[in-house]
């Protein structure tokens, strides 16, 4: 370490420049101990992403970065907060990104921050993450991040460097992170300290690197997987018969338009004569665009009138894009349909998030307009529905994230999107989301109407999981060994037995205490066999033979058998 970089920790005040130093080398290091993050799931089974989830949310942020090439530490923050909440996935991803944004705004028309400053910025980010979640849970990454920064801006004292503030800060975090299992009595009952608090703690001993001048080891971020087009599609004889799926991100341009005033609504009547499908809606400076289109070169010639692109794509639609992965085509068809309809403007539309090929189909055939491939294991980003509100295309769309740690993230792109009035179904597992969608009443035109039937419908649903432990437990007075099976409602563990059926039946005599369920829906996932299958079969219509079965292919992974009780 040269001696620029040493003083690095006795600035009194930092630019644009050591702060996307600091986010880069806080992604950086989040990413490095993504896996341990991950293994703090309170549950023993093999789903934990919260490492993940913050890794690409922040990572985001640091995408964001290589088109910022001011100095200001305003416009670096602004950048970075945008980035990040257009990636943002799972509870304490989307925590995050707000964290960054309140952090944002209190470095706005700040060209260096000093010591004050950045107290006063990381308070509001604390704020602001408090303010996203509509009951805030202490003993979280919420609590990690308030205790840490009120603790160390409590104790900053005249001639106080940025080093110093941030060493206290990680200080505090590190205390507030080892005292959660005595806030959560459930961290305490499983063993380990909140995954989320610990991701943060990460980043900002990331950050710390950063200010000491230490390089950070970069390892790769997870990327998308790679696309190739179908060229076959579309030859010399083709004729275009569906035009071109164009979308653009246009930054307004201060020499060309008043960002601050320009209505969107100037494109959107512009881009009615010539296509169809469309969205504008505007964030701040940035307008997003979406329109199927013979001309998209008008589009782009129309559009530069106000801005410069940050985006462009512009795709064939009589031509099928698909994933380089090893999946079948029958695991891409629900995909396929959902992605390839092209769709006139309509009052109401209807979006569920899924995994497994056999329950994506089934939403697609219970009424579903888009689905977005996700769930526990692979959260769906802000921006994932961002562009399933755009593919959806009507006046009031209705999302089912169908998982606890998605709501945040799908309420966050509501209230992004301006193009439709978004609605989201508070549906927190694949169960509740599909008796939802299969009591919808098609007649009505009222979306209050709609939405207060969609959540009643949820009320009298319970569903259970069966998945594999990957490590010892004590959970619920239940004794869970490395390798055995694991049988749980929502939060709460049920049954742990070495072997997958008599722990799915374990699990439905716990659901079934309730004598007033009537209907049960098995999800067969893709580790269980027809065998398996069978002997739930049989003992459900044996131990309860009152109860309606069905069992549906699901395709899931991760859980073999996922149960759908109905009362």
């Known amino acids: 370490m040269n001696n620029t970089e040493a003083n690095k920790f006795d600035l009194t005040e930092i630019d644009g420049v050591l702060f996307a130093e600091m986010v880069r080398a806080g992604a950086a290091n989040l990413r490095l101990n993504a896996e341990e993050v991950n293994d703090l799931n309170v549950f023993p089974v093999p789903d934990g992403d919260t490492g993940d989830n913050m890794s690409m949310t922040v990572e985001g942020g640091t995408a964001a970065l290589s088109k910022v090439e001011s100095e200001s530490i305003s416009e670096v923050a602004s950048a970075v907060s945008r980035g990040m909440l257009l990636g943002a996935r799972g509870n304490s991803g989307v925590i995050l990104s707000q964290m960054f944004a309140g952090m944002a705004r209190g470095l706005e028309k700040c060209t260096r921050a000093d010591v004050d400053t950045l107290c006063s910025a990381l308070k509001l980010g604390v704020k602001q993450a408090y303010a996203a979640v509509m009951k805030p849970a202490e003993g979280t990454i919420l609590t990690v991040a308030r205790e840490g920064v009120e603790n160390a801006v409590e104790k900053v004292e005249l001639g106080c460097t940025v080093g110093m503030l941030f060493a206290s800060v990680i200080s505090e975090m590190k205390l507030s992170l080892e005292h959660t299992p005595e806030i959560l009595p459930v961290l305490k009952e499983a063993g380990v300290v909140d995954s989320g608090g610990a991701g943060l703690l990460y980043i900002f001993e990331g950050f710390m690197k950063a200010i000491r001048g230490e390089k950070v080891e970069l390892a790769p971020p997870v990327s998308a997987v790679n696309q190739q087009v179908d060229l076959s599609a579309f030859g010399p004889d083709s004729v275009m018969t569906y035009g071109y799926c164009t979308e653009l991100l246009l930054q307004l341009q201060n020499c060309k338009v008043d960002p601050e005033t320009f209505d969107p609504a100037v494109i959107t009547e512009f881009l009615e004569n010539i296509g169809n499908s469309i969205v504008s809606f505007k964030t701040g400076s940035v307008v997003k665009i979406h329109v199927h289109t013979m001309t998209p070169e008008c589009v782009l010639e129309f559009c530069r009138r ?65 689905v977005v491939d996700g769930g526990q294991t692979k959260n769906p980003s802000t921006s994932d529905f961002l562009e399933a509100f755009d593919k959806t295309n009507a006046d009031h769309i209705f999302v089912f994230p169908n998982n606890g740690n998605i709501i945040l993230a799908a309420s966050q792109a509501a209230e992004i999107y301006e193009g439709s009035v978004i609605h989201v179904i508070p549906s927190r597992d694949i169960g509740s989301g599909y008796v939802a969608l299969s009591s919808l009443d098609s007649t009505s035109e009222d979306p209050e109407e709609i939405e207060a039937g969609l959540i009643a419908a949820m009320e009298n649903v319970t569903t259970g999981s069966v998945s594999i432990a990957v490590r010892d437990a004590e959970l619920n007075g239940v004794t869970i060994k490395n390798g055995d099976y694991i049988g749980f409602v929502g939060k709460q563990m049920l049954v742990s037995r070495p072997s997958m059926t008599d722990t799915a039946c374990g699990l439905l005599d716990k659901m079934f205490e309730d004598e007033d369920k009537f209907m049960l829906t098995v999800f067969v996932g893709a580790d269980a066999t027809e065998q398996d299958c069978a002997v739930i079969e049989s003992y459900a219509a044996e131990k309860f033979p009152d109860v309606e079965v069905y069992l549906a292919e699901g395709g899931q992974d991760v859980y073999p058998f996922i149960f759908v009780a109905e009362g």
């Open 306 to 370: 106000f801005g410069e692109f940050l985006t462009v794509k512009i795709e064939n639609m009589s031509v099928q894009h698909s994933e380089i992965a090893p999946e079948s085509k029958e695991e891409k068809k629900a995909e396929v349909k959902a992605e390839s309809i092209q769709r006139e403007r309509r009052p109401f539309g209807y979006i569920a998030v899924a995994s497994g090929s056999g329950i994506e189909r089934l939403f697609l055939d219970l009424g579903a307009d888009y």
